[in-house]
């Protein structure tokens, strides 16, 4: 019996679920792994699945992890795909969300799948063993760390390297990958600003924490324009400003939450330390009687790929798919908390971009100069890779990297 | 049978409802006629009660409107009453929120109730007629026009003159009121801020609203700081701002809600012009390919106290309660629409104040110098008048402002 | 032998001086004293002259002061007048800048000497003392206390009231006085901010002060605009703003000149506690380093006329001039240091403004609501009393308020 | 006779002069052009030198541009050194500013003239001609496109290969080059923001420059904080800004100077647009009454190293100093004009940097994590060469890259 991986890919694109609320997916999961006849373990970081195949060529061989998260977004679908997501869930706050797969997660979850059928019906041909990961709230940098603390490391055979996979909008068919650092480092903040409220027409009894949060967003502007190394990458976003119910109470406090991206460690210290300077130097503008609180929410280390390794997967997918399939996609400013687990393992990393996007439109764009404008991203509404062949790169994709180290 | 004043007060301050949802507190007035033996007129504007008492002492004389708002506050309060409100409520965008009487609506209910059995016992003392009207959504700047749409003005005696009373931390005891006028004209403006969504990692792939709505914050100020004669009163609030439901993706719009106070309609259509001038501006600067969307939620006239009934009322309040209990408090930057029941009948209006505030803790604050910092005003959590001798001074307040019209 | 006024006013437009510099005006004016055959003092508080004339009716009689300022600004006239000023002049900065009589200092002189002579010549009519004090630097806010250093108040007899008159564009023949504050106190800062220069494309080797001061404005505008009661004056101006030489050096710090203005002494204190508070912590936003120097150029009371003396004048105008000639001009936001001469000898002070404008200028801009922009207030380029009545009523409301003190 | 470098390159650090005012620095070169018996041109492009020698070891050879940098800074010398500068300059604003070789041109030219001496001292061991360039007015990006009007490239012997390099904070020593972009394009930019002055008490009758450029500045920042793709260079630096002469006077206008830098023509355009878009919508935003005046004072194209020139000098290079001397010194995000005359000769430009700091200084500021605070940059007051062996090194490094291109 064999996997209806378009229908899978179908059936989970309908039916996204927030982070850590992976249930259904997790579901369709351990059904197909059944279907399979693989053993797993579930509710591994609270909706992650684990499962692993053993290979029969010879005794002994090294262990290779492969790593797919499961998660979905809370944006409203606009692709007006036949099977685009109509699916909303609760997010941490309590409020009503709209849900869609509109990072890809889908797409890993199915290519994942995939690779497990084939390696299961090669198990002869290989030596050593494939432990597959499905990880759950990637989106909040938070699922890695939760398997681990539930074991997923003790539980299982420990790796002798991570691999992952990412869906992009490359041209379906193409791989990138680059070696170092593939993607960057990020901390997610709440900074709450503390003012004073009152009634909208007495801002002179108030400590107006409206005011001090704009302040606070235009200067937190110049740390990258100014501070950093024009050369060098880095990112402040305040992806949410929440303040006030009313137009006429000047409320007691904002929340900004802040995305930070960095290519490493000591950039990070660097740039989180001048982010704090600017929120508490904003709030003394304010004359704010009590001091700002920042929290972190999340902290992803940068995604760096092993180099020797990394020159292996690149010469045998050339091999596997053709001259020029391979491609130095650049340093992403995203960040994955894929790198976890082989920073716990002490073990090295490949983690991989593979297209899902029309080339025909790529080229369309291209030509145009509109690239940016007219490409559907990672996280956008209109995000919506092409199904083939896709799911079917993705599988071979994972196939020639678990079969380039095992045995 | 008389009113408890005082029981009916904690009640209502107990159970605060929201704009244009005071159906209990409806409930609470009209048992309270029925009591004293009144017809009434109910769910006029939604929630709207009014009734009149004839006096007849002579066959005719003037008829005299005297006006009550009834809604709470979405404020959580925190002045550590035993009779504190802890009640939540659904705001227009569906949240659930705290309520309470943060701005006194329960006070100003309680002293027209007693206003009503007093004049309503004494009825063979005066001539013409009096007209209660409780009125809903006053915060919303929405019910006296709802109540008017809703026939108020047709289905009871028109006014020779409207009055009306608001709650104030000034010391207990006091009215104050001035000639011309007394409250500002004000607006509340929704401005959506259109930008373009996107991943939080790749803001050159996005417009960020959340820049954008910070910038136009700052620069608003300069309207009031820059562009008004710095002898007018003018205010420019940004009561509230959201964007975006997570640190990592840039939301594509940012919604502001903005109270704007003037003096006079003259400064009003200044204002708003200036307003408009900069959110389109900042709009562009940010580069939005679309134009922000301006609504206007409200729209509150100046509150204008008739030169010669105000006198005649001062008169004789100082011959009621003694000299000096009568001051001018000023202009108040906050607005009111009772005016809109005067205005539609083209007849006076006099609105005052009267203090709910311990004179101790008055006269303390003066000598410490920190009024601003230590006096809870209107829409402050920490809003709590004493009883007595507020509720007494309220109803007397009403009394003889009544009968000094009525024949 | 008269003084030709239109000619000496004429003579004086044409050559306007900065403050402090005012040689030529001193000599203007002390020819002007000797042809009236009155002695003086020069030279005090730099380039202040003074004299006094006693009258003869009695033995005994009050001493009133009358004081006419000196200085011209640094505008470069665009009157188009046929005696506009074509002088320049060295600022305290060493710079050359065009100099204009651009707030009627000429006109100012003209009038006390037109009093002068009308004084001298009719001495046998009234008793006292009068003593002309034609003061340098009142643009710098710094010439009335110079003159004091200088033992003005020692030389002379100590004035039992002091008067000072000002030109305006208020329709010419038209007296504006006010009892109380007639005008505003204000404080000159100069704010250096210390950062670290370097090259234009290395910005994260510097401490940008030029980003800091831009920030450092952008939050001052709400001082005024959150901080303040919305009923009250206050004024925080950012007159002069300089930094760097060239577009590619960052440099190491910027300057900014501050003029602020408030009603009284309380509210000067708030207003600057509240501008070191932002000016620092901007500083401390971009992480400086050194923190910013704060310096107080000049600090004027503020104008406040005495209420029982005002009523008099007010009374005795419009008695010479007619009715209707008299009107409060409101508070004016603009500062002046007269009131160091009668703060200093502890008397009165009547301080008023005479107009200077064209009253069918003055109609037309009413009649088309274009005051503001079409009427040239003091300091702007295009600022142009006609001559007559100008002159004569600046003469005439400096001899009618004389005589109405003396004996 | 043999050019006494180290006395030549104090002389001139002693002497600095502004751009196109160098006339002294023209004159030592002369000097010691004659003395080596060269002829030359003079007054190129204003004060540009030029001359040719050419090899005698065969009839034919390629041409070799070797191009030197003149001019100084209007920057103040803090280095305390014995031969510090104490020069002053008259910058094209007429203001009398300090004058310093703070970015290293005294050291081009030292190099040059010794690197001459050595190529004309040995004429016969090579074929071709090398053409020596000393250009003005590197600093304002205009000398090598005014040579180039003046003729320089018919006058001489048309480039095969245009070569320079300059001084920078590298270990003494060393020599930085890459292939491909090696420096900035950039523009300078000169912003004209046009408001209406006033009184400083009267704001709401002026347009306030001051705050439209404070929002203009604060607006700049997000064209790199959010605009720009945060893996690629860009800088847009306000390094001047001026407006207003006095505290209480609101000017008319304010001026920015911006510098620009971008990796190529492209990003040129795109940030060049952006830029325009915020300066004209901050305009607007102020209600400016004009268009602000942008007007462009230099433009410098990218400076590419040529890829095969590049690698055959750092071969020679390594050869000639050993291995480990020349490295990769990353992108510089300044820029230069010396690409003017490759650009304009269409031939290969190869430009490189080489060291003139103490290694021990640098050996301590990378072992402290203090190399961005601790050594001064180009532009510094502070910035310091060694003499030896920078100055051999200098030398050295011409005629290595010179003969392996000549015959």
């Known amino acids: 019996?064999?996997?209806?991986?378009?229908?899978?890919?179908?059936?989970?694109?309908?039916?996204?679920?927030?982070?850590?609320?992976?249930?259904?997916?997790?579901?369709?999961?351990?059904?197909?792994?059944?279907?399979?006849?693989?053993?797993?373990?579930?509710?591994?970081?609270?909706?992650?699945?684990?499962?692993?195949?053993?290979?029969?060529?010879?005794?002994?061989?090294?262990?290779?992890?492969?790593?797919?998260?499961?998660?979905?977004?809370?944006?409203?679908?606009?692709?007006?795909?036949?099977?685009?997501?109509?699916?909303?869930?609760?997010?941490?706050?309590?409020?009503?969300?709209p849900v869609m797969h509109a990072c890809g997660h889908d797409m890993h979850v199915t290519a994942l799948l995939g690779a497990l059928e084939r390696l299961a019906a090669t198990r002869d041909e290989w030596s050593?063993?494939?432990?597959?990961?499905?990880?759950?709230?990637?989106?909040?940098?938070?699922?890695?760390q939760a398997m681990i603390a539930d074991g997923v490391l003790d539980r299982f055979p420990k790796p002798d390297i991570v691999l992952g996979q990412h869906l992009t909008p490359l041209p379906a068919g193409t791989i990138g990958v680059r070696p170092g650092t593939q993607m960057a480092a990020s901390d997610g903040l709440t900074v709450r600003l503390l003012g004073r409220g009152g009634h909208g027409s007495r801002p002179h009894a108030t400590i107006d924490p409206v005011v001090m949060a704009a302040a606070t967003v235009m200067r937190l502007q110049t740390v990258v324009s100014r501070e950093i190394d024009p050369r060098e990458m880095a990112v402040v976003t305040v992806g949410s400003i929440h303040a006030g119910l009313k137009n006429n109470i000047i409320p007691a406090e904002a929340k900004l939450e802040l995305s930070l991206r960095y290519p490493d460690d000591e950039a990070r210290a660097d740039v989180l330390a001048r982010v704090e300077r600017i929120v508490r130097a904003e709030a003394a503008a304010s004359g704010a009687e009590e001091e700002p609180v920042?929290?972190?929410?999340?902290?992803?280390?940068?995604?760096?790929?092993?180099?020797?390794?990394?020159?292996?997967?690149?010469?045998?997918?050339?091999?596997?798919?053709?001259?020029?399939?391979?491609?130095?996609?650049?340093?992403?400013?995203?960040?994955?908390?894929?790198?976890?687990?082989?920073?716990?393992?002490?073990?090295?990393?490949v983690y991989w971009f593979w297209g899902g996007l029309d080339p025909q439109q790529f080229a369309d764009a291209v030509a145009r100069g509109t690239v940016n404008e007219d490409i559907p991203t990672n996280h956008s509404p209109f995000f919506a890779p092409i199904l083939h062949p896709t799911i079917e790169r993705g599988v071979d994709a994972l196939v020639v990297a678990a079969r380039e180290f095992l045995g």
Chains 1, 2, 3, 4 share one sequence.
């Open 1 to 97: 019996m064999s996997i209806d991986l378009e229908a899978l890919y179908i059936d989970l694109h309908r039916h996204p679920e927030l982070s850590f609320q992976e249930t259904r997916t997790a579901g369709v999961i351990t059904r197909a792994l059944t279907a399979l006849g693989l053993e797993y373990v579930e509710g591994l970081g609270t909706t992650g699945v684990a499962t692993s195949i053993t290979g029969t060529a010879t005794d002994d061989g090294p262990v290779v992890w492969l790593r797919a998260d499961m998660d979905g977004l809370p944006v409203a679908e606009q692709t007006g795909l036949a099977y685009a997501s109509t699916a909303r869930g609760i997010d941490p706050a309590g409020t009503d969300v």
């Open 294 to 349: 920042i929290t972190t929410d999340h902290s992803l280390p940068p995604t760096i790929n092993d180099h020797e390794a990394t020159a292996r997967l690149s010469a045998a997918w050339e091999r596997a798919f053709g001259e020029g399939t391979v491609v130095d996609p650049g340093m992403f400013t995203g960040s994955e908390d894929v790198s976890w687990f082989a920073r716990e393992a002490g073990v090295p990393l």
């Open 128 to 144: 050593g063993t494939v432990v597959a990961v499905f990880q759950p709230a990637e989106e909040y940098g938070a699922g890695a």
